[in-house]
């Protein structure tokens, strides 16, 4: 596959910052509990889903404090329609746990820190730093990691090998650009059936495959 270049990047960053300049999470949250919750939920399973399924979590657990105390199979109860729920309610209570006993029952909005919690990896501490302090870091999920490859900004099989890609062409503004990449490649560089006709980027399309993460 043919990668872009610096010009054709140059141009690529410069229409997504346009585009999706005010772009945030489809996620709803109020507080960065719930959005740590909500990022942690979005794993494998859709935003849409994910707004229908916390509404009720947080009524019954609006704290790390009262999610700590969380009887598991109550819990289950509340998410069993997101994908891999048996573990996510798991990792839900010990991050809860992680953050009263350490952290004083504020979630820590350091990557190091994150990362520390059962459950969140590099991704999701990337993806609440961008969407709560607007950190210029990168994250790569299915969309991300489609959207780089199919306009040749990464010809990498790995996403944290893409990150790095996409942090090298890109540099700055990579919050913007992450957010806009998501919402790219969810409404418009689809997996299946992109809408090409309605794509402002199609001049720098290298491929129409559906790529995915190895």
Known sequence: MKLSTKHEISCIKNILIEKYKNAKTE???????????????????????????TPALFEAYPDTKSLSCANLESLKILIQSCSFFNNKAANLIKMAKSVEENFC?????????????????QKTAHVVMIEYKGANLMAVDTHVFRISHRLGLSSSKTVEKTELDLIKAFNDNLDILHQGMVLFGRYICTAKNPKCTECFLSEFCK????FKPS
Do not use: F, W
Not at 36 to 42: I, R, T, Y
């Open 27 to 53: 996620l709803k949250y109020k507080n960065a509990y719930e959005l740590l919750v909500c990022v942690m939920l979005s794993a494998q399973c859709t935003d849409k889903r994910v707004n229908i399924i």
């Open 207 to 210: 491929s129409k495959d559906g």
């Open 105 to 121: 029952g504020k979630i820590p909005l350091d990557e190091e820190k994150l990362v520390t919690l059962a459950g969140v990896g």
